[in-house]
């Protein structure tokens, strides 16, 4: 997929070195796959600065049929992946009409995914650190 597609494998990397399990499928017939086995209790991580890729939305509407939750990385003008979001966090990037490289837009999913990454991290210290404490 486009440069989004590269913030989620990067996220994706970092998730795995703290043990949380996650994938990212780049291609259409796997993404679909993937998420056709997802079951309630399950989190799709949907990042798409425009939120209209047709693939992205396909995912999206067969997570929800599996009763998975969505939350997708998205810019903040209405778009159908808000709308089958489950829960939205939003990046603002002022993007030229050619969207050359996408610059802008990237480098705010990279930041969003990073403090997400720090969180999850920070969290499971502290839980890991109660679980051990006397």
Same mark, same amino acid.
């Given at each position: 997929m486009g440069a989004s597609g590269l913030? %989620? &494998?990067n996220f994706a990397w970092k998730l795995l070195?703290?043990?949380?399990? %996650?994938?990212?499928? @780049?291609d259409m017939h796997a993404l679909l796959s993937t998420v056709q086995a997802l079951a309630p209790g399950d989190l799709l991580l949907a990042i798409s600065y425009s939120g209209e890729r047709r693939e992205l939305k396909l995912a999206a509407d067969e997570t929800l049929r599996t009763g %998975?939750?969505?939350? /997708?990385?998205?810019?903040?003008s209405p778009n159908a992946l808000q &709308? @089958? /979001?489950? @829960?939205c966090l939003y990046t603002i990037a002022e993007e030229q009409a050619t969207r050359? /490289? /996408?610059i802008s837009s990237t480098h705010a999913q990279m930041m969003l995914t990073d403090l997400l990454f720090y969180g999850a991290g920070t969290a499971g210290f502290r839980a890991g650190a109660r679980a051990y404490s006397p």
């Open positions: 913030v %989620a &494998q070195k703290i043990g949380v399990n %996650a994938g990212v499928e @780049r %998975a939750k969505i939350l /997708a990385i998205t810019g903040f &709308q @089958r /979001a489950t @829960r050359s /490289a /996408a």
